[in-house]
């Protein structure tokens, strides 16, 4: 009975990570600005992210990901020098909520700047949220959310 019980239990928290697997968190935040440009198209195509756009002169990259809920999310990757900088756009809640969850572990500053919210992360840099209503479907936000890493994380080879 107790190996029955344990099993659920398994079973359970493995379909619900599986269902948020395509989703990005902090960690992959956290490892995507420390990679370079080329191992996050491996990271976020592995993920089921699809390349929308890829510029080699200006280091950008563009990727975009649909969910079967009606909703999407667009990750802008730019290089600069070994610097990264990442830009999510989504009206889906749950990329919010998952990100948010995730840096809520890790020790941080909040501030509400007008309508921008902002998280100061100890050793990896400011994140930017702005939140807006969406007008044909009030329950859907739409967020945009801006990463740019201090000036002692650089991405490497």
Request: net charge negative; no cysteine; proline share 3%.
């Given at each position: 009975m107790k190996k029955i019980l344990i099993t659920l239990i398994f079973c359970c928290v493995a379909c619900v990570g599986f269902g948020q697997g395509k989703l990005i968190s902090y960690e992959e935040v956290?490892?995507?600005?420390?990679?370079n440009i080329n191992r996050n198209d491996s990271l976020l195509l592995g993920k089921g992210y699809?390349?929308?756009a890829k510029n080699e002169k200006k280091k950008t990259r563009?990727?975009?990901?649909?969910?079967n809920r009606g909703t999407f999310v667009n990750v802008a990757l730019r290089a600069d020098g070994r610097r990264m900088f990442i830009e999510v756009e989504t009206n889906d809640n749950q990329q919010?909520?998952?990100l948010i969850t995730s840096i809520k572990q890790y020790p941080?500053?909040?501030?509400?700047?007008?309508d921008v919210?902002?998280?100061?992360?100890?050793?990896?840099?400011?994140?930017?949220?702005?939140?807006?209503?969406?007008?044909?479907?009030p329950l859907k936000k739409y967020h945009l959310?801006?990463?740019?890493?201090?000036?002692?994380?650089?991405?490497?080879?």
């Open positions: 956290n490892l995507m600005l420390h990679n699809t390349q929308k563009e990727y975009t990901l649909a969910t919010y909520d998952i941080y500053k909040k501030d509400d700047i007008g919210e902002v998280y100061v992360l100890k050793d990896l840099g400011s994140i930017y949220i702005t939140s807006n209503q969406n007008n044909p479907d959310i801006q990463i740019a890493p201090d000036k002692n994380v650089m991405a490497y080879d």
